[in-house]
C-alpha cells in the first residue's frame, strides 16, 4: 500500500519546537500552528510518521517515548511528527487532526482511551491514511477504521495477578485467610486500566476470602498513588495486598505506606503488586517493597517500524500483536536482569 500523495503534497505546517526530552533526536514537537508551506517528506524521501502520545504520566510513558524517537529517525528514513496529548483525548484528536491536514504517510496513536475515537479515525480512513493503535486499543465495532494494533495484553497481565496471588497465598497456607485488597487504578477507562482490573476480577471472583475493599485511579501517576494511599490507609486499618495498576502509582504508595509507618513485604503488614516492571520498579521488587512486578513492554517502536516496513512493501500484518512480557517477584534472583535493563 503505497500512498505517494502524503510524501509529495507541499502541507500546511505546524510552528514546531523540540521537545526539551528529546532534543537531538530530530522529531518535531507540535505546538501552536502557524501557516507556513514545508514539505516534511522532504519530496519523499522520508516516511512521514505522526504519533499522538498519550502524554509523560509515567516512566514507563517516557521510555515509550524514547523508543519512537530513536526508532523514526531520518537515518531510518523516516521523519517523525510527535504530539504530546497530556492525558487529554481532545488534545490526540486535535493531534490527529493535523497530521490529516500535513498529509502523514502514517498516523499512530497510543489512545489514552478506548471510547470516543470513530468520527477522527473516520476522517483519516477517508483521508486513505493508515492508522497504527500502539499500547491502548480502543473499543469500536468498525474494524475498518484501524489498520492495526501493537502492545501488551492487559487483561492477560491482570489474570496473572490475580493468579500470582492465589499461589503465594496457598504457599503459605493462606487460602483461607480473610483477604483484604484495595486496588489503585490507572486512568479510568484506559485499555491498561480496563483490561488489568478486569483480568484481577477473573481471578478474584472465585475468591469469596478476597475483600476488594476499594479501587480509585491513581492516573498512573506517583504523586496521585501517594495520595489515594494515603486515603485508604486512613479508611482501612487493615489491609493486606495493594493491586498498583503502575509502577509508579507503586512508588507514591510506597512512600505513603512508609510515612503511616507500616512494613511492606511477606513478613510485612501488606504487599504491593504492581505493573510495568521498569528498572526502578524492579529495584523495589529487589528491596521486598513491591512483592510481584508483571512485566509491560514499553520498547514498542521497533515494532511500529517493523509494521510500516511490511505496510510499504504490501504485505499482510496482523490485526492484533501483542508483545510478549514475563513478571518478576521477590522469590528471584533479580541482580543480573536488573543491571541489564535498559529502562
Ligand atoms: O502501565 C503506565 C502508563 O498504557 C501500558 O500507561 C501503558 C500504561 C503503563 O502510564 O505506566
Redesign the pocket.
Known amino acids: 500500500m503505497k500512498r505517494v500523495f502524503g510524501r509529495w503534497m507541499p502541507v500546511v505546517a505546524s510552528l514546531t519546537m523540540i521537545c526539551t526530552l528529546l532534543t537531538g533526536c530530530g522529531f518535531e514537537y507540535n505546538s501552536e500552528t502557524e501557516t507556513e508551506t514545508a514539505d516534511v517528506s522532504q519530496n519523499g524521501q522520508f516516511i512521514v510518521v505522526g504519533i499522538a502520545q498519550?502524554g509523560s504520566?509515567?516512566d514507563?510513558?517516557t521510555t515509550n517515548t524514547k523508543s519512537y524517537a530513536t526508532t523514526f529517525t531520518e537515518e531510518n528514513g523516516y521523519h517523525l511528527l510527535f504530539e504530546d496529548g497530556q492525558q487529554e483525548q481532545e488534545n490526540q484528536v486535535k493531534a490527529v487532526r493535523e497530521f490529516i491536514l500535513q498529509g502523514v504517510d502514517y498516523i499512530v496513536i497510543d489512545p489514552v482511551v478506548e471510547t470516543g475515537w470513530e468520527s477522527v479515525l473516520e476522517e483519516a480512513r477517508d483521508a486513505g491514511i493508515p492508522v497504527i493503535l500502539v499500547?491502548?486499543q480502543i473499543s469500536t465495532d468498525d474494524e475498518s477504521l484501524y489498520t492495526c494494533f501493537v502492545g501488551?495484553d492487559f487483561t492477560l497481565e491482570g489474570q496473572r495477578a490475580g493468579e500470582w496471588l492465589e499461589n503465594y497465598l496457598s504457599d503459605r497456607n493462606m487460602n483461607e485467610d480473610e483477604i483484604n485488597i484495595v486496588t489503585l487504578q490507572?486512568t479510568l477507562e484506559?485499555?491498561?486500566q480496563l483490561g488489568r482490573t478486569e483480568g484481577f476480577a477473573k481471578i478474584s471472583r472465585y475468591h469469596d476470602n478476597w475483600n476488594m475493599l476499594d479501587a480509585k485511579s491513581g492516573e498512573?501517576t506517583q504523586a496521585k498513588g501517594y495520595e489515594v494511599m494515603a486515603e485508604f490507609l486512613d479508611l482501612y486499618p487493615d489491609i493486606d495486598v495493594v493491586v498498583c495498576?503502575?509502577?509508579?502509582m507503586a512508588f507514591g504508595a510506597i512512600e505513603a505506606i512508609e510515612d503511616a509507618g507500616k512494613e511492606l513485604g511477606p513478613n510485612g503488614d501488606m504487599i504491593i503488586i504492581s505493573?510495568?516492571a521498569i528498572k526502578a520498579g524492579m529495584e523495589e521488587v529487589m528491596k521486598g517493597n513491591i512483592a510481584v512486578d508483571f512485566e509491560?513492554n514499553p520498547l514498542l517502536g521497533p515494532e511500529v517500524d517493523a509494521i510500516i516496513q511490511k505496510l510499504e512493501k504490501g504485505e499482510k500484518i496482523g490485526k492484533v500483536t501483542y508483545v510478549s512480557e514475563t513478571y518478576y517477584d521477590f522469590t528471584m534472583d533479580l541482580e543480573n536482569i536488573v543491571n541489564k535493563r535498559i529502562y
Not at 245 to 248: A, C, F, L, P, S
Request: proline share 0%.
Open positions: 498519550v504520566e509515567s514507563w510513558r499500547d491502548r501488551s490507572g484506559s485499555s491498561a498512573f495498576e503502575n509502577d509508579n505493573f510495568d509491560c
